[in-house]
């Protein structure tokens, strides 16, 4: 089973700013959906950011904050993160979706790959 690689997490003070980076090893998904999703403790998993092509999705809360981006010569997808915030904090995991898909629906597809994860802590 393909999984994905998630790097980048740590923790912050709120206002800074941290990059997720998640790789495939062996494996590319350039042509894929690819998202951040994240869990609060308690909370459920939530869609961050999606990509897909040129077209990308974002949840109304890390609209202007967060951008998601992708290399494809690396293999790898980012997160950039700015000006975070306590309810921010969260494990964060990378996902992507082995199938086609058209890219407009990237943001509300469901996701079967998935990173192990990585935690974003920021404190006040």
């Known amino acids: 089973q393909v999984r994905l690689v998630e790097s980048g997490g740590g923790s912050v003070q709120a206002g800074g700013s941290l990059r997720l980076s998640c790789v495939a090893p062996?494996?590319?998904?350039?042509?894929?959906?690819m998202g951040w999703f994240r869990q609060a403790a308690g909370k459920e998993r939530e869609m961050v950011a999606t990509i897909g092509g040129d077209t990308t999705y974002y949840r109304d809360s890390v609209k202007g904050r967060f951008t998601i981006s992708r290399d494809v010569a690396k293999n790898t997808l980012y997160l950039q993160m700015n000006t975070l915030k306590e309810e921010d904090t969260a494990m964060y995991y990378c996902a992507a979706r082995s199938l086609p898909t058209a890219y407009s629906s990237c943001g509300a597809a469901s996701y079967n790959v998935w990173g192990q994860g990585t935690q974003v802590t920021v404190s006040s």
């Open positions: 062996g494996y590319t998904y350039s042509t894929r959906c």
